[in-house]
């Protein structure tokens, strides 16, 4: 069946560094990959997403970039800062289907 | 605008119970979407309804599970007879379109013991 990969499971950086998020997709079907953050106690809320037809989106200190002949796209935080501390979710759907694919989740540790 | 509601927040039950978890959608989204995460793991989806029909439920885990969407306005999700592997934070989440933003409701944390 479908899924979605994530990796890294767990990521700690200095406060000021990027943190890199990668996920990798099986539906070759799939053409929209949201970003979801969910910070302790709190409902994911989405932080960007992309579809299929761009390689590359980016808000402010966060980017996606999405390989579709590889099935994969990362999330992209430069100079992070503590308040980014939380688990990050990518997740993958297409328009022809209802169901969207999460990944693991990332637990991402800003470190002050 | 109010957001996604779930109600209860938590429930503790023993094994063989009946649990019943409410959400309540944002108004006006046709799609609503039940998921479990379970500790560590991925947010796993579990249905989709479009208004009141359900357009995919292949990730009920048995027939155990049953969710509702009468009038397709709030749904709810029905657990009966409960086991332990059910335990976990059921989210449900709306939205206006598919292959679209999704919007989390808070959860519900369902422990069975």
């Known amino acids: 069946g479908e899924n979605v990969e994530q990796h890294p499971s767990t990521l700690s950086v200095q406060e000021g560094d990027s943190a890199v998020i990668k996920c990798t997709y099986s539906d070759s079907a799939s053409n929209y990959f949201p970003w979801y953050k969910q910070e302790l106690g709190k409902r994911p809320q989405l932080i960007i997403d992309i579809r299929s037809n761009v390689g590359e989106k980016k808000d402010q200190r966060i980017a996606v970039t999405l390989n579709k002949t590889a099935k994969h796209f990362s999330l992209h935080i430069t100079e992070t800062q503590p308040e980014d501390s939380a688990v990050y979710f990518c997740a993958a759907s297409h328009t022809g289907g209802f169901k969207t694919i999460f990944g693991a989740g990332t637990r991402l540790f800003v470190k002050a | 605008e109010a957001g996604v509601t779930q109600f209860p927040s938590h429930s503790v039950i023993e094994k063989g119970q009946t649990v019943t978890l409410r959400c309540d959608p944002i108004s006006g989204h046709d799609n609503l979407y039940w998921y479990r995460r379970v500790m560590g793991k991925e947010i796993k989806f579990l249905l989709h309804f479009v208004k009141e029909s359900k357009q995919d439920e292949s990730g009920m885990p048995n027939n155990r599970f049953l969710a509702e969407r009468t009038g397709g306005t709030y749904s709810t999700l029905k657990v009966q007879p409960a086991e332990l592997e059910d335990s976990g934070v059921y989210f449900c989440?709306?939205?206006?379109?598919?292959?679209?933003?999704?919007?989390f409701g808070p959860g519900t944390r369902l422990t069975v013991t």
């Open positions: 989440a709306s939205s206006p379109a598919r292959n679209y933003e999704q919007y």
